[in-house]
């Protein structure tokens, strides 16, 4: 049982750049306190914008000093004219402090297993020592193997996820990937793990009315490439498409992203004005409401995006990045595989034909839940089951129980 008339859960998210980990966590949060009215959440995140979101009642933030990661893998202080150590000394304490005022029941760490540069370790080991189950939460795709191996074994991850997680939770379905695969995990490491099957997302209840477009008109062809740190190559082509072939029969929204170079977004949006069916937004807190009024949906396809073509049941055209991750590439590679996506990938030559017989295509193609396994979208509800599990219901030895709802990895 919980130590607290409540149940308090703590959610940690490093997120150093983009909108991922702050929006599967700030999902996963507010299911937990619809699930259960007796529930608080609080996340802990190094977002710059997370405070730009709203957040049901019981779920709250702590926002940590930001950091950025540089092109040559270092970190650098986000805002913070101080050394990158002492940022992360600063978070690591924030950290701690946090788990140790808040003394959650349950911690869930999402992706990175000791925090950024391990600065969730001595959180772990602490909370390990009163007894507080740890999850760790994993996105369906991680990596090409090889290289997550490598950087797993400079992060020292095997360790923590040996001796200090009792559960490993995998946020998608194993027909997609196991991100786990091909890294030589110990048996007791994948009896661990669990996939729940994706995140569904649904529209807010509670969102302000969006303000009516200015140049066109729903349905139109949603393009999204995330928070936008690396989404010019995107935009830049399904513009390119629409200044060759004017007849492209839907109209199109796109939404740049808060993370995109500012330079950029005024350079597309002086494009998208010569146009008369092309509209441009910089970003959209309720991104939910504008996949439901599309009719198709072109993206990079990173883990949010991915669950939202699937859960709006909207047709998809992903073109994933392949650097510096392989994450998007394999995500769309397996979901084309499955009938659930069409893919194009990015040549480098980016000819606007290719990309305007392909955006002639997307409204036209079967929609995601035509190949849709049973229980696929059910990860919201099986979290919530796995969090009241663990509260409640759980044994001693987590590592032997199978608790409900989830599929366990088998080896």
């Given at each position: 049982m919980g130590r607290h008339k409540d149940t308090r859960v703590l959610i940690y998210s490093h997120d150093t750049f983009g909108l991922g980990h702050l929006r599967r966590c700030r999902a996963i949060a507010h299911s937990l306190v619809g699930y259960d009215q007796n529930m608080s959440v609080l996340i802990l995140s190094g977002s710059p914008i997370i405070g730009n979101f709203d957040f049901r009642a019981r779920v709250d933030f702590v926002r940590v000093p930001g950091v950025i990661k540089l092109r040559n893998g270092e970190y650098t202080s986000l805002a913070l004219h101080i050394d990158i150590e002492e940022t992360l000394a600063i978070r690591a304490s924030i950290v701690q402090h946090t788990a140790e005022a808040f003394d959650p029941d349950i911690f869930i760490v999402d992706k990175e297993p000791l925090g950024l540069r391990g600065e969730v370790a001595g959180t772990l080991e602490l909370l390990k020592s009163k007894g507080t189950?740890?999850?760790?939460?994993?996105?369906?795709?991680?990596?090409?193997?090889?290289?997550?191996?490598?950087?797993?074994?400079?992060?020292?991850?095997?360790?923590?996820?040996?001796?200090?997680?009792?559960?490993?939770?995998?946020?998608?379905?194993?027909?997609?990937?196991?991100?786990?695969?091909?890294l030589g995990m110990p048996q007791m490491v994948r009896d661990k793990m669990r996939f729940t099957g994706y995140l569904r997302r649904e529209l807010p209840a509670d969102a302000p009315a969006h303000a009516p477009l200015n140049k066109i008109e729903a349905p139109y062809l949603l393009v999204t490439p995330g928070g936008g740190g690396d989404g010019q190559e995107l935009v830049d082509w399904v513009l390119s498409a629409y200044e060759t072939d004017p007849g492209l029969p839907h109209p199109a929204l796109l939404v740049l992203g808060p993370f995109m170079a500012s330079e950029s977004q005024a350079e597309f949006q002086a494009r998208a004005d010569r146009l008369p069916n092309v509209e441009v937004i910089t970003f959209d807190t309720h991104i939910e409401s504008l996949f439901d009024r599309a009719v198709g949906v072109v993206a990079m396809g990173g883990y949010n995006t991915f669950c939202e073509i699937l859960s709006f049941d909207k047709p998809g055209l992903i073109v994933p990045r392949t650097v510096p991750r392989k994450e998007q590439y394999i995500r769309a590679s397996r979901a084309q595989d499955m009938g659930l996506i069409r893919m194009l990938v990015d040549d480098g030559v980016r000819n606007p034909r290719d990309m305007s017989t392909a955006l002639r295509l997307l409204a036209s193609q079967p929609r995601p839940s035509a190949a849709m396994r049973p229980g696929m979208m059910d990860g919201l509800h099986t979290v919530s089951q796995l969090v009241n599990w663990l509260m409640h219901d759980r044994p001693g030895d987590a590592r032997s129980a199978h608790g409900p709802g989830a599929e366990r990895q088998r080896a």
């Open positions: 189950p740890l999850v760790l939460g994993l996105r369906d795709v991680l990596d090409e193997p090889a290289t997550l191996r490598a950087e797993w074994a400079r992060k020292r991850a095997l360790p923590a996820l040996r001796d200090l997680y009792d559960e490993i939770w995998v946020y998608g379905d194993p027909e997609i990937c196991d991100p786990l695969a091909g």
